[in-house]
């Protein structure tokens, strides 16, 4: 749990580095199927549901980030996001590979900005939206996020 890891860490500094909701359905979805030691995903629908209703192995994005949107003021804490630092920080390269516990090349899909476009259908960006919209689009890192950008 985060605030156990926030006491625990006292005054170090954290980045904590999120990814807007339909890009990281995906990525999970893969990362699940690309792990070795992981068992594989259902399909891809039977994925998206659990996703969206947080029966997945780390639980809700949305309740996730809101936990997190509470702590953005924090001095000690350093909130980034993905898109932002492949747009930004130059390590596109870095971030772009192959995880390192994965025997397979980079496919195509592995750290692109968008990919969701291949993968959610109309109906599930809708419900994503909507979900979006509900939970974090009035918040600060609702705002980081820039969902109009990379989520429409």
Known sequence: CYTTLLTSVGRTV???VFRNPKDTVVSYYHFMNTNPVLPNAKSWDSFFTDFMEGEVAWGSYFDHALAWEKLMDNPNILMVTYEQMKETLGVEKQVQGPP????????????EVGDWK?????????????EFEKQLAHTKLGAKLKYDIYCK
């Open 100 to 111: 390192p516990f994965s025997s397979k090349h980079n496919d195509g899909h592995y750290g």
């Open 14 to 16: 954290m980045l904590v």
């Open 118 to 130: 291949n993968h959610l259908s109309e109906a599930q960006s809708k419900q994503m939206d909507e």
